[in-house]
T-cell receptor, first 117, second 115 residues
Framework: DVKVTQSSRYLVKRTGEKVFLECVQD?????MFWYRQDPGLGLRLIYF???????EKGDIPEGYSVSREKKERFSLILESASTNQTSMYLC????????????????FGSGTQLSVL | DQQVKQNSPSLSVQEGRISILNCDYT??????FLWYKKYPAEGPTFLIS?????DKNEDGRFTVFLNKSAKHLSLHIVPSQPGDSAVYFC??????????????FGTGTLLAVQP
């Protein structure tokens, strides 16, 4: 089974702190994604990466950055945490289908509930 | 601008009956649709998908229907079981010309199956 591991289940930070959320997958997937889940808004894509050192902005990248130095690890960085970044953060990975160029089946981690006070 | 909409935030059905979860979308360029299920304190898990060239896909108790002219898809669960109680997310895949597709999720519907 694919395993996507997020380093923290719960995290409490103060406004202005720099926050790192770590995600590791063990299935050699090319694609990795960061989403946030908020009540009434569903899952919204923050950033994604289709290869090592490659990254692309999702729908809500403002206030975030990412790092992918190794294939199995994808980090989300909140440069200066704000209260409106309090949310459930979900990391996901997927295999790239060379037949079609993409694969839609994402495998998610259990999430990190971040509270910014 | 919500491109994928799930207008029912919650649904309650009796065990053994049919559950119908609905999803509407606005972008005709979506080429693949998926349903994910999410239990509390867990990440979403893939349930079933359908390509835009089909109108129905079935997997055991789960069937997804796609009506492209109405930009509408639905998930049918028959018969519903208490273990199906979860939040269900509809998602649509967009090939934006990059190296991978983007999945755009709806807001979710909380299904409660009553014993």
């Amino acid at each position: 089974d694919v395993k996507v591991t997020q380093s923290s289940r719960y995290l409490v930070k103060r406004t202005g702190e720099k926050v790192f959320l770590e995600c590791v997958q063990d299935m050699d997937h090319e694609n990795m994604f960061w989403y946030r889940q908020d009540p009434g808004l569903g899952l919204r894509l923050i950033y994604f990466s289709y290869d090592v050192k490659m990254k692309e902005k999702g729908d809500i990248p403002e206030g975030y950055s990412v790092s992918r130095e190794k294939k199995e690890r994808f980090s989300l960085i909140l440069e200066s945490a704000s209260t409106n970044q309090t949310s459930m953060y979900l990391c996901a990975s997927s295999f790239r289908s060379y037949a079609t160029g993409f694969n839609e089946k994402l495998f998610f981690g259990s999430g990190t509930q971040l509270s910014v006070l | 601008d919500q491109q994928v909409k799930q207008n029912s935030p919650s649904l309650s059905v009796q065990e053994g009956r049919i559950s119908i979860l609905n999803c509407d979308y606005t972008n005709s360029m979506f080429d693949y649709f998926l349903w994910y299920k999410k239990y509390p304190a867990e990440g979403p898990t893939f349930l079933i998908s359908i390509s835009s060239i089909k109108d129905k896909n079935e997997d055991g108790r789960f069937t997804v229907f796609l009506n492209k002219s109405a930009k509408h898809l639905s998930l049918h669960i028959v018969p519903s079981q208490p273990g199906d109680s979860a939040v269900y997310f509809c998602a649509a895949s967009l090939n934006y010309g990059g190296a991978t597709n983007k999945l755009i999720f709806g807001t979710g519907t909380l299904l409660a199956v009553q014993p």
